[in-house]
């Protein structure tokens, strides 16, 4: 089955500054990458998403690569802001089933 | 538009008490997790629903959990009787097809006393 792992499990960058979150997956199938940013006492928001088609998706600060050949992909937070900061996920789907493996997530922290 | 609903928010109650939580899936979406958050597990798939079927239910932990899904709009998460160990964060999430993101709910809080 799919196994999913992320890293670092914490990061504190300065405001402005650039943050970068990496996942790998283990399933070559997994063709669906979405990316959950969780902030206190809310459910999962997703952020971003990408497609096995394509290598990079960009939404305004936000960025999405991945390498489907080394199966791995990274979220990055561009000028950072102190409401960034939050839990982020990254997950990858299960091939056959519609259940989405969840990394153990990232807390940013971004100091004013 | 309306998200994913759920209900209650916050609920306390003390061990081998009957719990029920509610969701209400975003209209369409023809899929349904439940999930539970803690902090030593992370986030962690109990059971999903395709069509109101349960599709997938490796991830109850014990009988103590039930989930039913009677119509497209609603399911519940039922824990009887209750124990300390519950207490986490239940999330509903609905899902519309392949290639498409889950959409969660803000969760209920349970605490087991």
């Known amino acids: 089955g799919e196994n999913v792992e992320q890293h670092p499990s914490t990061l504190s960058v300065q405001e402005g500054d650039s943050a970068v979150i990496k996942c790998t997956y283990s399933?070559?199938?997994?063709?669906?990458f979405p990316w959950y940013k969780q902030e206190l006492g809310k459910g999962p928001q997703l952020i971003i998403d990408?497609?096995?088609?394509?290598g990079e998706k960009k939404d305004q600060r936000i960025a999405v690569t991945l390498n489907k050949t080394a199966k791995h992909f990274s979220l990055h937070i561009t000028e950072t802001q102190p409401e960034d900061s939050a839990v982020y996920f990254c997950?990858?789907?299960?091939?056959?089933?519609?259940?989405?493996?969840f990394g153990t997530g990232t807390r940013l922290k971004v100091l004013a | 538009d309306a998200g994913v609903i759920q209900s209650p928010r916050h609920e306390v109650t003390e061990m081998g008490q009957e719990v029920t939580l509610r969701c209400k899936p975003i209209s369409g979406h023809n899929s349904l997790f439940w999930y539970r958050q803690t902090m030593m597990r992370g986030l962690e798939l109990l059971i999903y629903?395709?069509?109101?079927?349960?599709?997938?239910d490796s991830g109850m932990p014990e009988d103590r959990f039930s989930a039913k899904m009677p119509n497209a709009s609603f399911s519940t998460l039922k824990i009887q009787p209750s124990e300390p160990r519950d207490s986490a964060v239940y999330f509903c999430?609905?899902?519309?097809?392949?290639?498409?993101?889950?959409?969660f709910g803000d969760g209920t809080r349970l605490s087991i006393l």
């Open positions: 399933d070559s199938a997994s063709n669906y």
């Open positions: 990408i497609r096995s088609n394509v």
């Open positions: 997950a990858a789907p299960t091939s056959g089933t519609y259940k989405y493996i």
């Open positions: 629903f395709n069509n109101n079927v349960p599709i997938d």
């Open positions: 999430a609905s899902f519309g097809g392949g290639g498409q993101p889950q959409h």
